[in-house]
T-cell receptor, first 114, second 109 residues
Framework: DTGVSQDPRHKITKRGQNVTFRCDPISEHNRLYWYRQTLGQGPEFLTYFQNEAQLEKSRLLSDRFSAERPKGSFSTLEIQRTEQGDSAMYLC????????????FGAGTRLSVL | KNEVEQSPQNLTAQEGEFITINCSYSVGISALHWLQQHPGGGIVSLFMLSSGKKKHGRLIATINIQEKHSSLHITASHPRDSAVYICAVHPNTGNQFYFGTGTSLTVIP
């Protein structure tokens, strides 16, 4: 257990539905990251927060994706109008500082869009 | 083109063998991470390197900044080492990490 929690662990949904995932980082970590990992590939960066501010978003993050970290603690990632191509493992990580400290990853949320 | 390349993609070893996984990258970096991912998706960070060599138990990680290359070694491999090992780099500019596609290791008893 790395101290980063993600919920749910698995989500099965029908195409067109909205889904929301939650990440609870290590409490003193001010940076929080979302990644997406498809089968056989390494994680791909989606977005990251410094406290409550969303500082960077990948081009992978289409308009259907939105992430929030309202109080600088937990974060949510919402996908609207899900598509089959959204099926992946969504990973959250937290750290104190990108250049210096290690990112701690959650176990991920596996999304299957039918 | 991926900024981080790993080799081999898949590796099968007998228990007790010495294992080496390689990582090459094409950007200037401030740090390199070796990550371990077990079936089910959980990722654990093994090492963070910016120079030289680090050792933790049976795991050794080395980095050559000039050659843009890092290696992860496992001595006296064990079936519980079976996992995907991922190399990730933090570039000198920007805030995201670049990940390799991982090396899937299977250690047979």
């Amino acid at each position: 257990d790395t101290g980063v929690s993600q919920d749910p662990r698995h989500k099965i949904t029908k195409r067109g539905q909205n889904v929301t995932f939650r990440c609870d980082p290590i409490s003193e970590h001010n940076r929080l990251y979302w990644y997406r990992q498809t089968l056989g590939q390494g994680p791909e960066f989606l977005t990251y927060f410094q406290n409550e501010a969303q500082l960077e978003k990948s081009r992978l993050l289409s308009d259907r994706f939105s992430a929030e970290r309202p109080k600088g603690s937990f974060s949510t990632l919402e996908i609207q109008r899900t598509e089959q191509g959204d099926s992946a493992m969504y990973l959250c990580a937290s750290s104190l500082d990108v250049g210096g400290n290690i990112q701690y990853f959650g176990a991920g949320t596996r999304l299957s869009v039918l | 083109k991926n900024e981080v390349e790993q080799s081999p993609q898949n590796l099968t070893a007998q228990e007790g063998e010495f294992i080496t996984i390689n990582c090459s990258y094409s950007v200037g970096i401030s740090a390199l991470h070796w990550l371990q991912q077990h079936p089910g998706g959980g990722i654990v960070s093994l090492f963070m390197l910016s120079s030289g060599k680090k050792k933790h138990g049976r795991l050794i990680a080395t980095i050559n900044i000039q050659e843009k290359h890092s290696s992860l070694h496992i001595t006296a491999s064990h079936p519980r080492d079976s996992a995907v090992y991922i190399c990730a780099v933090h570039p000198n500019t920007g805030n995201q990490f670049y990940f390799g596609t991982g090396t899937s290791l299977t250690v047979i008893p």
